[in-house]
């Protein structure tokens, strides 16, 4: 059956400024007029929440290169599990996604094994190097959907600014990684008050600060988009709010853990608080969230992280730096930041769809009829206790299992097809 009728949910729709009871008809893949409808299969979604479907700007999907810790297909199906129905797949895979063979590569085993839409990312540089710029126009005519260096940060300025200029003429939004490198050389996690008490090498603030600052410089004189990964610093956040307002096209985005957790975690010595950018101060977690609340901040992304049991069962120093998110992004944020009453559902949602579709160039991203059906339905009463056996991500590598949380999701649709269906 290829029809759908969606009944007597909530439907939110940011960009249309839409939050009522109805339902949504889908047909073909598409979002139609219910009318139009002859023998849909009916699901009932009283007290559910439905939504277009969320979009991952940050994701790593280790594909080729570590298919012991994600696949293509894991990842994907992971991402459905947390609601995603489009995700922007990282290039920092081995080989890396730097050449158009390698995002045709992509698209293949995507196209054979994904569940949600795999969006690849193009390296900025070859290799992510920082050395020489990669093939921008051949990575366009591939179907690069963004350029990023994630993992890493090109540290010549001069360089950077030709990634800018190229990446303006293919119409292609820079994602950066932002991480001055003298600054964070040998940290393990923020440093501050913790890492003197626990006697860990600390990555400094201004690390991060840096490169925001030459960001927004080269995004005002260039007169292009440049969105900041996983801010994670006050300063950061309150550079970004100043720019904006004078109008430069700079974007931040902020992850669930920089949300909802800080540096004082480190002490459980567990290598599930290890990432990078590092869990910062209750000061800076604050600063996100007033960032998150205001506008400032219009993107959350999980930075999905995927590492073996057994990369990351080390000492912390000698731990790699990451954490998985896409099946505990919808149910943290709602936890912690819903629930308190910070942020409303609206703006939970616009941050996981308007805002991510923004950065990516993807203009109304709404369920007006036409569009593909492409669509998400969470319960926001359901409660449960995250379980990390449970996840179809291939790793484990999570700071949220046991931790009691309400949001699930029901349903992920994709291109009207469901993809995901659990609770109703
Ligand atoms: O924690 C991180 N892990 N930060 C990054 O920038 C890269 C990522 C990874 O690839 O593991
Ligand atoms: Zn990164």
């Not at 994600?70 to 489009?86: L, Q, R, W």
């Not at 800080?262 to 977690?285: A, G, Q």
């Not at 009463?381 to 700071?399: G, I, L, Q």
Request: net charge negative; aromatic share 4%; proline share 4%.
């Amino acid at each position: 059956m290829n029809e759908l009728l969606l009944k007597n949910a909530r439907i939110i729709d940011p960009a249309r400024n839409i939050d009522k009871v109805g339902d949504i008809a889908v047909a073909n893949g598409v979002i139609v007029d219910a009318a139009e409808l002859k023998a849909p299969e009916v699901i009932d979604l009283t007290g559910k929440v439905l939504s277009r479907g969320f979009i991952d700007v940050h994701v790593h999907l280790r594909q080729p290169g570590n298919t012991a810790a994600e696949t293509i297909a894991t990842g994907s199906m992971a991402a459905a599990a947390g609601g995603f129905t489009s995700i922007v797949a990282m290039p920092n895979t081995s080989p890396s996604a730097d050449t158009a063979g390698a995002i045709e590569y992509l698209h293949r085993i995507a196209a054979e094994q994904a569940v949600v839409k795999v969006l690849p990312c193009g390296n900025m540089t070859k290799g992510g190097k920082g050395e020489e710029m990669a093939g921008i126009g051949s990575l366009k005519k591939a179907g690069v959907v963004a350029l990023s260096d994630d993992g890493k940060c090109i540290q010549d300025h001069g360089l950077m600014r030709h990634v800018v200029e190229y990446a303006k003429s293919f119409n292609l939004p820079i994602m950066d990684h932002c991480e001055e490198t003298t600054l964070a050389a040998g940290g393990v996690m923020n440093e501050g008050k913790w890492s003197v008490l626990l006697g860990m090498n600390g990555i400094s603030k201004a690390s991060e600060e840096l490169i925001i600052a030459r960001n927004i410089i080269f995004a005002r004189e260039i007169g292009w988009k440049i969105h900041m990964q996983h801010v994670s610093t006050r300063e950061s956040v309150d550079m970004i709010r100043r720019a904006r307002a004078k109008g430069i096209p700079v974007t931040g985005e902020a992850t669930p853990h920089h949300l909802t957790l800080t540096d004082e975690c480190v002490k459980k010595f567990d290598t599930n608080y290890k990432m990078n950018p590092p869990l910062r101060s209750e000061d800076d977690r604050q600063a996100l969230i007033e960032g998150v609340a205001d506008g400032t901040i219009t993107v959350i992304a999980t930075d999905h992280a995927p590492h073996t049991e057994t990369a990351k069962l080390v000492e912390f120093d000698h731990a790699p730096f990451g954490i998985i998110g896409l099946e505990t992004a919808l149910p943290v944020c709602f936890t912690q930041l819903v629930v308190p009453g910070i942020i409303s559902i609206p703006q939970l949602i616009a941050k996981m769809t308007v805002g991510p579709a923004e950065v990516l160039g993807i203009g109304n991203y709404d369920l007006s009829a036409g569009n593909a059906a492409d669509i998400t339905v969470f319960d926001p009463e359901a409660e449960y206790v995250v379980d990390k056996n449970k996840f179809y991500s291939k790793s484990r590598n999570t700071p949220f299992d046991g931790m009691s949380v309400r949001g699930q999701i029901n349903l992920t649709i994709v291109d009207g097809k469901i993809v995901y269906r659990q609770g109703c």
